[in-house]
Structure formats: structure tokens, C-alpha cells
């Protein structure tokens, strides 16, 4: 099968001398060995207009030039000031560009119809650079590169309830009230303090738990304080790595008839949800925050933040939209305080 391919600038010249000598189309495009409509579609992209009719025309350097200005990236959105301002206003609010690409889909925005790869192209333009969007988006690198999973920890905790054994329904996010639990951690000059990271797996609700150090009571207590205020069906089950802060685990049974499932050892990411929005959450608090320092109110503030934005995983709505549609379910009316 083949694919279409732009003209080169030879190509260009030639066709230029071609139908400065008369030939036809068809006949320009028997002679280039290329398709009748690419030339039907170069001459008309790529002709050059003019108010004085006798410099209006194709010229094979001016068609070059129009070309290249269509690929440069970015374009698409820096020729559209209003475009241009909203995805700049939605990258400053801490949306990825894929959730913005997707709200503009969804809602149908103006005529900002862009993919995310556009976004990226316009963030990584001239003209992206010099506004410093980069640092606006989610992992904050000056230049694009592959993405690449943590090290994992040691395995510390004996191989049981492993994912395998999760009900089907876990696994499928068929249903509500099963959730992944990880810790964020800080640079240890700014002492023992750390957080919990509570996400339910349908939903991707976020919860943040204060912890004072690493120590599995501590750690076990702040999750358990934080899932009671949740009505049962919403607190059924979740799933840790092997750390050693979660081995008080058994805790949450006998308290709220939990059950907690561990990824296999050396294996973190199998529970992806919570590592997803962990990175979310560093572009909050990178790892040399004093996490200590920061109030209920601001991390309260941030998770509403997580909580409020659109995800391409959820048909972009937002985590609180599809959580606020369980609880108004007959059985789950109870609210929720995160």
C-alpha cells in the first residue's frame, strides 16, 4: 500500500516548467509518476495569490515555502489567537494536553477541533518555548523523551492475596469501591512526614492522607480514618505494594471489612492507577517539597484540582462527575468527605 508523500522541490520546478509549456494536468501528473489528484492538490494549496493578476499563480519557490509554513509545528494553533489562549489558560489550570484536546472534542469548543499531538507540537514550537509552556505540562521536560517506569521496591511482605486473586470485576473496573493505595515521599532533610495516595480504580477519585512518618500504624490509621466516612459500598477493597508501611494491612479488615490485595514482588505498577496520578501529583509537590509545611487546606485544594479535571479514561469527564453519579445511586447516598 503506498502513502501519500508531499512534493520535493524538484518536483516543484518541474511542474512548474510543465505547465508554463502547456501540458495539462493529467498529463504533469503522468510525467511526475505521481497521482492526478496530488497535483490537483498541490496546485491549489499551494497557489500563490495575489491582488495584481499577473503575479498570481504557482511559482515553485513560494509553493515550497507555503508547504513547510503548513508542517511547522504547531501552527494549527498559533495562527488561532482564541485556540491559542484557551490551551494556554488550560495548561496553566494543570490540564494535560490530552484532557484538553478531549474536553474540546467533547463540548465542541469553537473551532478548536486538535488532537493532543498538536498541543504537544505547539508547547515544543518557537513559540511555545518562548512562553515556557513546558513547564506547565505534566511531567515539566524541556524536551520530549520517553517515558520511564520507578525502580521498584523490595518485596517485605509475605505472598499473599497477590492481584491474581482479585474478583474479575476488580480487575475490569466493572465496579465502584475498589481502590490502590500507595506513598509519596520527600527528600528526608525535611524530616519523616509523607502522604498516602487513595485512588479508586473505576472512578480515579483521588484522596490524599497526611502521614507523619513511614510507619505502617501511622500510615494504616490515616487510610482507615479517611475510607470510614465513605458508605461501605465504596470501601471494599485495595491494593498495595509490598512496602513495608502497608503491613498492618489486616487492620483494615477487622476495622472496615476491607480486603487488601498486593502486587506481585518487584512489581508496583501493577497497580497503575495510583502511580498515574502520583505523577500528577508531583507536578504539585516535586520531591524536595517540605510537605510538612503544607496546610490540609492547600492539599485539599489540590486534590479538588485532580478531582475536577477531565480524564480521556473516563469519556472526559472528571472523577467527581463519575463518583457523584454513583452516590446519587438509591443505595449510596451518604456523601462523601475526601
Not at 519557490?61 to 495562527?79: E, F, V, W
Request: aromatic share 8%.
Amino acid at each position: 500500500m503506498s502513502h501519500y508523500r508531499h512534493l520535493d522541490m524538484d518536483e516543484r520546478r518541474r511542474l512548474y516548467q510543465l505547465r508554463q509549456s502547456g501540458r495539462s494536468v493529467h498529463e504533469a501528473a503522468t510525467e511526475l509518476g505521481r497521482h492526478l489528484s496530488t497535483i490537483y492538490r498541490e496546485l491549489k494549496r499551494n497557489r500563490h495569490l495575489d491582488d495584481e493578476p499577473m503575479f498570481r499563480g504557482y511559482f515553485p519557490t513560494l509553493a515550497n515555502d507555503k508547504a513547510a509554513a503548513r508542517r511547522r509545528r504547531g501552527l494549527k494553533i498559533s495562527r488561532n489567537l482564541p485556540l491559542a489562549t484557551y490551551v494556554v489558560d488550560r495548561l496553566e489550570a494543570a490540564w494535560s494536553p490530552e484532557q484538553i484536546a478531549g474536553y474540546l472534542r467533547r463540548h465542541r469548543i469553537g473551532s478548536g477541533n486538535v488532537c493532543h499531538e498538536t498541543i504537544y507540537q505547539y508547547v515544543y514550537s518557537e513559540e511555545g518555548k518562548r512562553q515556557h509552556l513546558w513547564k506547565l505540562l505534566p511531567m515539566a521536560r524541556k524536551k520530549r523523551r520517553s517515558r520511564y517506569g520507578r525502580k521498584p521496591r523490595a518485596a517485605r511482605i509475605p505472598e499473599a492475596n497477590t492481584i491474581a486473586q482479585r474478583p474479575p470485576e476488580i480487575a475490569e473496573r466493572s465496579s465502584f469501591g475498589h481502590w490502590e493505595g500507595d506513598l509519596i515521599a520527600f527528600r528526608a532533610v525535611f524530616g519523616k512526614a509523607n502522604l498516602t495516595t487513595l485512588v479508586e480504580r473505576r472512578s480515579r477519585f483521588t484522596i490524599l492522607c497526611p502521614n507523619p512518618s513511614k510507619h505502617s500504624t501511622e500510615v494504616i490509621t490515616g487510610i482507615e480514618r479517611r475510607l470510614r466516612s465513605l458508605p461501605p459500598p465504596l470501601r471494599r477493597s485495595i491494593t498495595f505494594d509490598r512496602g513495608t508501611e502497608f503491613a498492618r494491612y489486616p487492620r483494615l479488615a477487622s476495622a472496615l471489612n476491607i480486603v487488601s490485595y498486593f502486587c506481585k514482588p518487584s512489581a508496583p505498577w501493577q497497580k497503575g492507577s495510583v502511580e498515574n496520578t502520583n505523577g500528577r501529583i508531583r507536578r504539585f509537590l516535586p520531591f524536595d517539597t517540605d510537605i510538612a509545611a503544607v496546610s490540609d487546606r492547600q492539599l485539599q485544594g489540590m486534590v479538588d484540582r485532580l478531582n475536577n479535571t477531565p480524564r480521556k479514561c473516563l469519556g472526559y469527564q472528571t472523577p467527581q462527575e463519575v463518583l457523584s453519579q454513583q452516590l446519587d445511586a438509591p443505595l449510596l447516598s451518604v456523601p462523601v468527605d475526601p
